[in-house]
Structure formats: C-alpha cells, structure tokens
C-alpha cells in the first residue's frame, strides 16, 4: 500500500480511506467532494483500467471532517438532504 502524499502543490495531504475497489472509492470520494473537500486520488485504480484499490487522501486540516463523514457513511448514520424537508 502507498504511504508517500501525492505531490499537491504547498497543501499537505493526509490519507483518510482505502477503498478495496474502484467504485467503493469514488462513492466515497464524492461524499467528501460534495461537503466541500478536496480529494486527491491515488492507487492501483487510478489509471485507465480502474482495477484495484483506490487510496483516498485530503487536506491536512480537512481530516477530522471527512474521517466523521466516511464513519457516517460506513455505520449507516449518514442522511440525503435535498433543502426540501424531506430526508431521503
């Protein structure tokens, strides 16, 4: 498994998520995008074949916050929110 930050410019970038397969991992990563995070991509998937485990990582300062969102996620707690009243 990788452990080096992807190269982002000055931002310093913190892995949060490994996610066993492509698609596991860009659920993730638009739940994190979709509050406002930024996600770097980095892993076996990332590539033209999207086979393998997809590493998933963030901004130092934004990790506490997507960690909450991805444990959300995984534990059955997290809730759609459309504006509407109605929660999905």
């Known amino acids: 498994m990788p452990t080096s930050e ?9 892995l949060v998520f490994t996610a066993a397969t492509a698609a596991e ?3 993730a990563k638009g739940l994190l995008e979709a509050e406002g995070i930024p996600v770097a991509v980095k892993g076996e998937a990332d ?3 999207r086979v393998g485990s997809m590493d998933l990582w963030v ?7 997507a960690r909450s969102i991805l444990e959300a996620a995984r534990s059955g707690a997290l809730t759609l ?8």
Request: hydrophobic share 35%; aromatic share 10%.
């Open 59 to 65: 901004p130092v300062g934004s990790e506490s916050l």
């Open 47 to 49: 590539g033209p074949y």
């Open 25 to 27: 991992g860009l659920l």
């Open 81 to 88: 929110d459309d504006g509407s009243g109605e929660i999905f």
């Open 6 to 14: 992807p190269d982002l410019g000055a931002d310093r970038f913190v």
